[in-house]
Structure formats: structure tokens, C-alpha cells
């Protein structure tokens, strides 16, 4: 038994040493709270310029950079104090919270990994898109959901080119097609942005129909373009780099597509037609509510307010007969609606178009659930490859956990000592009446036990412009949580210099 058990654990360690480690970014650590949690200046960056500050400390003199500095601190060492046995870390919906910020963390990470670091840019490529980086285009379009019909209007056009708005006339009985402008760097898809930008246009000029999905043509005029000339060198220089990104962006795109289409190969999803519009039904207010139940039905969640839908569903769904029905199936695999409803948890659904009428919404429900599966399949093969270890990853998990954690026991002091005023309303009392006093005597607590790299923290330079940077077309659209608002002190003497 003895020698089967040793010949287990060295093949185990032979396949464990034969899985290679994902490559990681270098770190660099700001603060080290007594060994138990940390703060690196990328996060101490985007924690300062990602969300708006308070008003006590907007700007970038050393004296609001300390104020940040105690904030975060602060927060680090309230979810110390909250610990591992806060009746938060129990909770099943804010476990799944975690998990899924920590996978879509995940996702993009491999995104970066297995495509946007294989991009190579050649200089002709660079050379031709600069020609048209400074071009806007003043178009008129339509989209039409099926290739027979599209087939047909393609034809017509074809012929004469000039029938146009007619043809959209007796396809949507509109008088007028929708207009917009254009730009190089708009986050245009990336079969639009070729036919745009990668050739010269003419005013008057129809363009080939785009099919940018399976059930989806665009139908482009030209009706006018201008060019933003650069003139500078400065202006020269910022606009090469606005194509380097932008072609690296498109390069990356198509790189991973091809990726996740290897990945998803062979699987088919079919649903359980029966149950699929009876969620319809029961899903479409909840996600698209009228103005009037926005206003009426607003919901205050303990963690990320734009979860709000996910949540919503996770309690709508009733709780009997349905949850056990089947309601898809892919790749072999039966999803009950318990099974969706339990996924939502960690992968709130994301919808294509953000405006969706009621008989579009089972086209779009079928494609935000179609993107899950998607999402779910990906976040296997990340797991596969142990991104799920890197740095920065653990990073983001911790800053999330630590900010609930932190925001949980800042308000369970504020009970404990019968604080009874609105937060939002009296911070500023708040602040310099009780938690000012409190957060000084965890910093006697942790006295000295707190490292800064005093020549790092010098270096900071922030903006004094209020930024709220959000992730488009993900399940959890905030890049980071919202700033800490624990304390207006300044002073820093309870820390002390980390040695090289």
C-alpha cells in the first residue's frame, strides 16, 4: 500500500511539474500590512483614478495622495478585523460574486496571454491605417436579420444604389433610415470598422452588406466624411499610437474568435423550447423595466448595484416545480433553471443591444445566454491553465473581497456604538466624530507593522479629474470598487519604511 501510495504522489508530481506556470506581470508593492495583506501601486493607482474620490481628498497634493494612502490602508486592516469568520464570507450569493469578478478577471487575462501578446504589426499595415485614423463618416444604415432578405435588398441595390432609403422604407415602413457619425477610433465591430477604414469612400458610395453575425446584415451609404488633419509632431506621434492600439485591439479580436471557436468546437446548445418562453416572460421586466419600475422598483444591493437584474432573477424565479426543469443542453451536459439561476450568480447575463423591445427580447435572451455557455467553456480552459494563480488575479479577488469585507464592519462599528444618521447624507460628521477616532486606534494596533515604499508612494502623480473607467460588454462592468470613504486623516506616522 505504502509503495502504491509513494508511486501515486510522484506521478502526481511528475504531471504537476510538466504543467507549465502561466507567465506573470512583475508587481510592485506599495504596502505591506504586517504580512497579511498588500497594496501595489498599480492597485493603489486605479483604486485613486478609476472612480471618483470624495471631495476631501479630489486632488493631487501630497496631502490628499496621504489621505488616499490612509483610505486604503484602512480598508485593508477593517477586513483583517472583519476576519474569516465575518457571516459574509458565508453567504452563498456573495461567494458567487467573488468567483465570478475572479473569472471574468480570469477571461481577460487570457485574452491578453493568448491573443493581444501574439499581435505582430507591420509597418505597412500601421502606414495605411494612419491614413484614415483622422476620418469621420457621416453614414445612413440599416440591418436586416435574414440572409434572403438581405440576398434581395443586395441585389436592388446593386442595380441602382440610389433606392436606398426606399428599399429601407418598404422593409421597416419608415420614411427615414437611422443616421450617425463615425470615427477611427470608435468601438465599432470589426467587420464595420474594415469596411470604413481600410480603403478610400466616396460620398454617395453603398457599401457591400456586412454580415457581422449569423442573423445580422448591415446595409452602409456614405453620405459625407471629413478628415481631422494632425499638425504637430505631438499630435503626429499621439495619433501613431492611437493606430497601434487600435490595430492591436482588431488583431487581438480576431486572434482570440479564433480561439474561443476552437474552444467551443463541436458543441451544440439546444433549448427546452417550453421553459425558454416561459422565462421569457418571466425575465423581460426584469431586465428591460419601464422607466416608471426603475423609478418604483430600485433595489439596494449589499455589493455592486449593477447586479441589481441577476439578483432579481436569482429571487424572481420561483422557487417549486420550474427550478428543476430542464431548460438547455450542451454538450451532453442538461442545465436545469436552477442550474442558469445558480450561474447568474457569477456571470450576470450581458446583453448585446441595451435598448430591446418585447419581441426582441427572446433573440437577445437566447444570444446573452449562448454568450454565458460561452463564457463557461473559456473559464475551463482558464482554470486548465492556471490563470487562475497569477498575481495579479489573486490581487483582484482580494480587492474585491477586502472592500465588502471593509464595508461590512465599517458599518457593524457604526451599529455597535448606536450611530444612527444616514452615511451618505453625514460622512463628513461621520468621519471626524467616530471613524476618524477608530481607525486611529487600529492604526496603534498595527503600529510600525505597516511597510510603505516611501519612494514609490513619492513618485504617484494623479489626475484631478473625476473618471468612472467601466469594462464594456462584461458580466461585472466596474474595473474596481468604489473608494473607501473610512477616513479624512492624513497622517501616516504609524507606517513604517520597507527596506529593500
Known amino acids: 500500500m505504502k509503495i502504491k501510495t509513494l ?7 511528475i504531471i504537476a511539474c510538466g504543467v507549465k ?12 500590512i504586517a504580512g497579511l495583506s498588500t497594496i501595489s501601486v498599480n492597485e493603489f493607482l486605479r483604486r485613486a483614478e478609476y472612480v471618483p474620490r470624495p471631495d476631501y ?33 458565508s453567504k452563498i450569493e456573495f461567494q458567487h460574486f467573488i468567483k465570478g469578478h475572479k473569472e471574468q478577471a480570469m477571461r481577460r487575462y487570457m485574452h491578453h496571454i493568448e491573443a493581444t501578446d501574439k499581435v505582430i504589426l507591420e509597418t505597412t499595415e500601421i502606414k495605411n491605417a494612419y491614413k484614415f485614423a483622422g476620418r469621420e463618416y457621416h453614414i445612413v444604415y440599416f440591418t ?29 415602413g419608415n420614411t427615414s433610415a437611422p443616421q450617425r457619425k463615425v470615427k477611427w477610433k470608435n468601438n465599432e ?11 478610400d469612400l466616396i460620398k454617395g458610395q453603398v457599401l457591400q452588406p456586412i454580415k457581422v453575425d449569423e442573423n445580422n446584415y448591415v446595409f452602409i451609404k456614405i453620405l459625407a466624411w471629413t478628415d481631422d488633419m494632425v499638425i504637430t509632431e505631438k499630435q503626429r506621434q ?104 445558480t450561474k447568474l450568480m457569477s456571470h450576470p447575463l450581458v446583453f448585446r443591444n441595451q435598448h430591446v423591445g418585447s419581441k426582441e427580447f427572446p433573440q437577445q435572451f437566447r444570444l446573452a445566454v449562448a454568450d454565458l455557455v460561452r463564457d463557461y467553456y473559456v473559464t475551463q480552459k482558464a482554470y486548465e491553465a492556471g490563470y487562475d494563480n497569477v498575481n495579479i488575479i489573486k490581487r483582484n479577488v482580494n480587492m474585491w473581497r477586502d472592500t465588502f469585507l471593509a464595508f461590512n464592519e465599517k ?3 457604526l451599529e455597535s456604538v448606536g450611530e444612527t444618521r444616514s452615511f451618505a447624507q453625514n460622512y463628513h460628521k461621520i468621519l471626524k466624530e467616530t471613524l476618524n477616532p477608530y481607525i486611529n486606534e487600529l492604526q496603534k494596533k498595527y503600529y510600525k507593522k505597516i511597510k510603505l515604499d516611501f519612494d514609490a508612494f513619492e513618485d504617484i502623480v494623479l489626475t484631478s479629474i473625476d473618471l468612472f473607467v467601466k469594462y464594456n460588454q462584461q458580466p461585472f462592468k466596474s474595473v474596481v470598487p468604489l473608494f473607501p470613504v473610512i477616513t479624512d486623516d492624513h497622517l501616516i506616522e504609524y507606517v513604517d519604511k520597507m527596506k529593500d
Open 7 to 13: 508511486l501515486l504522489s510522484l506521478s502526481l508530481l
Open 21 to 32: 506556470a502561466p507567465k506573470e506581470p512583475k508587481e510592485k508593492i506599495l504596502v505591506n
Open 57 to 89: 481628498c479630489r486632488s493631487n497634493t501630497y496631502l490628499h495622495k496621504k489621505i488616499i494612502l490612509n483610505s486604503l490602508i484602512a480598508e485593508k486592516i477593517l477586513a483583517l478585523e472583519a476576519g474569516k469568520d465575518s457571516p459574509l464570507l
Open 144 to 172: 436586416l436579420d435574414d440572409s434572403s432578405t438581405a440576398n434581395k435588398a443586395q441585389r436592388e441595390l446593386a442595380t441602382d444604389p440610389k433606392r436606398f432609403q426606399d428599399i429601407y422604407f418598404q422593409i421597416a
Open 189 to 199: 465591430h470589426i467587420k464595420l470598422h474594415h469596411a470604413l477604414f481600410s480603403h
Open 238 to 341: 499621439e495619433r501613431l499610437d492611437d493606430v497601434r492600439e487600435k490595430l492591436t485591439q482588431i488583431k487581438a479580436g480576431a486572434i482570440w474568435d479564433k480561439r474561443v471557436a476552437q474552444i467551443m468546437r463541436g458543441k451544440r446548445m439546444d433549448f427546452n423550447d417550453d421553459v425558454f418562453y416561459i422565462l421569457t416572460e418571466l425575465l423581460y421586466d426584469i431586465y428591460f423595466p419601464s422607466a416608471e419600475k426603475k423609478r418604483n422598483n430600485a433595489i439596494n444591493q449589499l455589493w455592486q448595484q449593477e447586479d441589481e437584474q441577476a439578483q432579481k432573477v436569482i429571487h424572481d424565479i420561483p422557487d417549486d416545480a420550474l427550478l428543476q426543469q430542464p431548460f438547455l443542453s450542451v454538450d451532453g451536459n442538461v442545465w436545469t433553471v436552477k442550474d442558469f439561476r
Open 411 to 413: 458599518h457593524r462599528y
